[in-house]
């Protein structure tokens, strides 16, 4: 089997989750450069309609939708799974996925991150208003993740899955601004479940360079 090819950048959340999975499974990849912004032009377009990133390759099979390429590298590639077989776990995991892509991506990452930190680096004045819009809901994704964790190690039990490599991104970054230092804090499972994250090689390993 040929390397998988991850396009997107590596400060994006949704591409760092692919690559983390990926290296939780010791695969290495390429990352083939598709920077932040409307990513309309081809190739991409062909590989993403949507224009989003990251699109995904492996031996010719093509693949969009950060789930689904999740999935693929977790039943393509068996060694140290990231989905639980017990089905309680399991649906809590894909619970969790399901809260990042409706609630968490849109609140922390399009409503907090984008403006706190991508429109300043691109010279753009940041949405105060969008980022005080997005804050209660960005607060109830870490008390309900909090919740469902609850005294486990990992977000749905005793291993790393999927869904932890959804959530730690997002977190990463949201830590990162003074809006998400109060919120990861409140709850005393979070930051020590970041901390066990981010000690993982997997983490180290695909930990975006700072900018
Ligand atoms: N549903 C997509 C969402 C991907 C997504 O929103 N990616 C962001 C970067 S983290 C993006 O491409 N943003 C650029 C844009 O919206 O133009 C997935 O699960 O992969």
């Not at 590639?77 to 968490?104: E, W």
Request: charged share 20%.
């Amino acid at each position: 089997m040929g390397r998988p090819i991850v396009y997107g950048t590596a400060g994006s959340t949704y591409v760092w989750s692919v690559r983390l999975a990926l290296a939780e499974k010791g695969v290495a990849h390429e990352l083939v450069e598709v920077g932040f912004g409307p990513h309309r032009e081809e190739p991409h377009l062909s590989r993403h309609p949507f224009a989003k990133i990251p699109a995904f390759e492996h031996d010719g099979f093509q693949l969009y939708e950060t789930q689904a390429i999740l999935r693929y590298i977790d039943e393509g590639f068996p060694v140290a799974p990231l989905q639980s077989t017990d089905l309680h776990q399991f649906s809590r995991m894909n619970q969790i996925m399901g809260i990042v892509d409706a609630y968490a991506w849109p609140s922390i990452a399009a409503g907090v991150l984008v403006n706190r930190v991508l429109k300043p680096r691109m010279g753009l004045p940041a949405d105060e208003a969008a980022i005080s819009a997005a804050l209660p809901r960005a607060q109830l994704c870490v008390s309900e993740i909090s919740r469902l964790m609850g005294e486990q190690p990992y977000l749905t039990g005793d291993r790393v899955t999927l869904a932890d490599l959804m959530v730690i991104p997002l977190f990463y970054f949201f830590g990162r601004v003074p809006e998400g230092e109060a919120p990861l804090s409140e709850y005393p499972n979070i930051r020590p479940w970041m901390r066990r994250m981010e000690e993982r090689q997997s983490f180290q390993v695909t930990k975006p360079p700072p900018v």
